[in-house]
């Protein structure tokens, strides 16, 4: 029997030895303290295996010494331990270093009683029927350190009782098992008092593993969901984990927001929710994403959720774990910017770039449709912003773009090139000409400029996708080339591009590159049209052009003129001609004939692009002619176009000596209005003014009414267009001045001009 105790006791040892190991690879704040206890335990349980299997009783009496001093300070450490663990009130009144001179007296005094015995003696006694076995004869000075012990004692069970009554609810288990086990050890040690084994030694060995998995491994279950709702509930992501049968196992605070069940969104979640989770034990996918998007009412949700499979040791689904997160905001922000990246700002039309790419993939996709490219843009618009002001234009910008939205329905796709170009790809069977129209009240909608009288006209240009495999912008470039043709006209709103119109923009370039070479080579000739007064004596001419071409023939100006209208090289032809016009006065001046005089022509853009004042200022100085001589027409549509400044233009020109005509008078809508505000030498009558009157009483009155008006300001007229001597006498009767027309002659050049005339 006494062998099989030892053998108890040597497992015991062993255990202890073993934590103690253990402990010796912790890096934790609490191993010192636990190692310090388990040194203490080893020695206090292999001291006493020695006491009981050894049978020389002085090895006897020093184990029994050194078992008692093991057990006092073991008593210590846990005392400390406990103080320490817990963070005891009586960390402050029990001092540790004097509590170690007084555990340093008592192990002295035990120290001392291997030679004077003065303690505790040995005496022999019989267990278990024939084993003999020395346990100590305790005197009376023993029971010091037995009080000393049972001190130290109390202090650590009032240290763990206190903290048991003061700690945290989710930590109380392990203080309690603390005590129990040391109460345990108490009991025993003192019932076992005086007996022949002292069994607590083994409470001992259970108390210290008690201790180290406390203070190592446990951790209380309710803790967990608490930390983790600690740690989650300031998350931006939802956490949510569900079992197989889609019964929730946690959830944070982000989850429950998400899964209100009186929200019809967070149903919709938790419904699909449940599913994933179920189907996941048909999916061997540790991971799975979903980008999924839940409405509440017409407002759509945007979610990023991952599953996650929960697997115990044998690789058997459990359940599963979902992290949900809001994407709305960031796809929100996202479709935002990227919304401003394919939209232009004022209109929220596609920009030029992104109509190209939808338009392209369209005609892609659909290789058998019929369809239309139509570009478009306002008439005068820089005039309108002139006028009105930029934000009035972009008023009328935005309303056009309403106006174009309007028929979405049988527009695939549209845009803004830039400045007032827009862009529409609809079906051919679906176009018509109104949907771009622009009437006055549309374009200045929802402004004080509401009832203003200025003509609003949208123009369009159309292509037919027919060679699908070029660029749009291509495409785009021969719609606006067919928008061109008709951009100034008062009839015309919409043009299509074909092979005449490929062919005229052809010419167009060729004739604009040509037209250097032109001036520089002498290739425009001057050509002059007779004035004459009623008996038909010439006095003058109007200079007109005509272009020699090298490989064309002799071209009129109705061939060119409206190209260099259009892309702005008219002022370099005007220019040209002014300077003819002056040498060949020069001329006639040098030859006696002062009398004669040369009408010339100042188209609209040269008001833009040249200095004219300063040009007529540099003839006079290089030529020398007589100002008189030089007569100066300006067309009466030209004159609209910055009133104020054209008005003072005209008065220095007046001013020098020049004679202003106003050309074309009657052609606008504002004739006599212009009349009164501006004051010009001589006007002239516009030809198609003239064919409309004559075949009428009424406008013959108008006519009449015109000249009389001028007879009375003072003012000679002109009359063009002259073919028949009936009109003439007509005309003279009225009052006219001057006649110009087939009936006095056709243009002709100088040399012709001067042997019939002069």
């Not at 188209?603 to 004219?612: I, L």
């Not at 001589?682 to 198609?688: F, G, I, T």
Request: aromatic share 14%.
């Amino acid at each position: 029997m006494k062998i099989i105790i030892g053998l108890v006791l040597s497992v015991a040892l062993i255990i202890t030895g073993f934590y103690l190991w253990k402990t010796s690879k912790k890096n934790h704040r609490m191993a010192p303290s636990v190692s310090n206890m388990l040194w203490a335990g080893f020695s206090m349980v292999f001291f006493y295996v020695v006491a009981l299997m050894v049978e020389v009783a002085r090895v006897v009496l020093f184990a029994y010494c050194a078992y008692y001093i093991s057990v006092a300070w073991l008593l210590f450490f846990l005392l400390y331990f406990s103080l320490e663990y817990t963070e005891n009130f009586l960390e402050d009144i029990v001092r540790k270093d004097f509590m170690m001179i007084l555990l340093g007296i008592d192990s002295l005094a035990l120290v001392w009683n291997f030679f004077s015995q003065k303690m505790f003696g040995l005496k022999v006694e019989i267990v278990f029927g024939s084993a003999i076995i020395y346990k100590p004869d305790m005197h009376d000075l023993f029971f010091v350190h037995y009080a000393f012990m049972l001190l130290i004692t109390v202090l650590c069970l009032i240290g763990l009782l206190h903290r048991f009554f003061t700690a945290p609810s989710f930590y109380r288990m392990k203080y309690f098992m603390i005590a129990i086990i040391f109460g345990g050890m108490v009991v025993l040690n003192i019932k076992g008092f005086g007996q022949s084994l002292d069994y607590s030694v083994l409470a001992y060995v259970a108390e210290m593993i008690c201790i180290y998995y406390c203070a190592f491994v446990y951790t209380p279950q309710r803790l967990l969901p608490k930390t983790l709702t600690k740690v989650t509930g300031n998350m931006s992501v939802g956490i949510l984990a569900l079992d197989l049968e889609g019964r929730k196992i946690y959830s944070n605070r982000i989850v429950e927001e998400y899964l209100n069940p009186f929200d019809p969104l967070q149903d919709d979640m938790s419904r699909d929710l449940e599913k994933w989770c179920r189907e996941q034990s048909r999916n061997h996918t540790d991971e799975t994403v979903f980008e999924e998007t839940f409405y509440k009412g017409i407002v759509p949700r945007f979610f990023k959720i991952q599953l996650q499979r929960v697997e115990d040791n044998k690789k058997q689904l459990q359940g599963c774990y979902f992290i949900i997160q809001d994407r709305t905001e960031e796809i929100n922000e996202l479709k935002k910017k990227q919304h401003l990246a394919t939209h232009d700002r004022l209109t929220d039309l596609y920009i030029k770039e992104h109509f190209y790419e939808q338009t392209e993939k369209y005609i892609k996709s659909h290789p058998e449709e019929e369809l239309y490219i139509v570009c478009t843009d306002i008439k005068d618009f820089k005039m309108i912003n002139d006028f009105f002001g930029s934000r009035m234009g972009d008023a009328v910008l935005m309303n056009y773009a309403d106006k174009i939205r309007k028929n979405e329905d049988k527009i695939i796709t549209y845009g803004r090139l830039g400045n007032d170009n827009f862009a529409i790809l609809m079906k051919k069977e679906d176009f018509k000409e109104e949907y771009f129209d622009l009437t006055t009240q549309e374009a200045f909608a929802g402004s004080t400029y509401s009832e203003v009288a200025f003509q609003i006209i949208a123009y369009a240009g159309v292509y037919q996708v027919v060679e699908r495999d070029l660029l749009v912008s291509v495409m785009c470039g021969r719609a606006r080339m067919a928008l061109n043709t008709v951009k100034g006209s008062r009839t015309h709103k919409v043009a299509y591009y074909d092979n005449v119109l490929r062919d005229n923009i052809l010419l167009e370039q060729e004739l604009s590159k040509e037209l250097e070479e032109a001036i520089a080579g002498e290739q425009l000739q001057m050509y002059l049209q007779p004035q004459a007064v009623a008996d038909e004596t010439v006095i003058g001419a109007e200079a007109l052009i005509r272009w020699n071409h090298p490989t064309r023939g002799t071209l009129g100006p109705d061939v060119f003129i409206p190209i260099f209208e259009r892309n702005g090289l008219i002022t370099e032809v005007d220019k040209y001609m002014w300077e003819a016009a002056c040498k060949q006065l020069r001329k006639w001046q040098d030859a006696g004939k002062k009398d004669l005089y040369i009408s010339v022509n100042i188209s609209p853009k040269d008001f833009y692009f040249v200095d004219v004042y300063q040009s007529f200022v540099d003839l006079l100085e290089k030529y020398k002619i007589q100002p008189k001589s030089l007569k100066l027409e300006i067309t009466e549509s030209a004159l609209m176009m910055d009133f104020e400044r054209h008005r003072e233009l005209i008065n220095k020109l007046r001013a020098l000596g020049f004679v202003v005509e106003m050309d074309d008078f009657g052609s606008a809508y504002s004739s006599l209005n212009m009349l009164k505000d501006i004051e010009v030498d001589v006007l002239k009558l516009d030809m198609a003014f003239l064919r409309q009157s004559q075949n009428t009483e009424r406008g013959q009155a108008i006519l009449q009414m015109i000249v009389g008006l001028a007879k009375r300001l003072g003012i000679p007229v002109i009359s063009e267009g002259v073919e028949t001597v009936e009109q003439l006498r007509f005309l003279a009767d009225l009052g006219c001045d001057v006649f110009q027309g087939f009936y006095l002659g056709k243009p002709m050049d100088v040399k012709q001009f001067e042997s019939r005339y002069l």
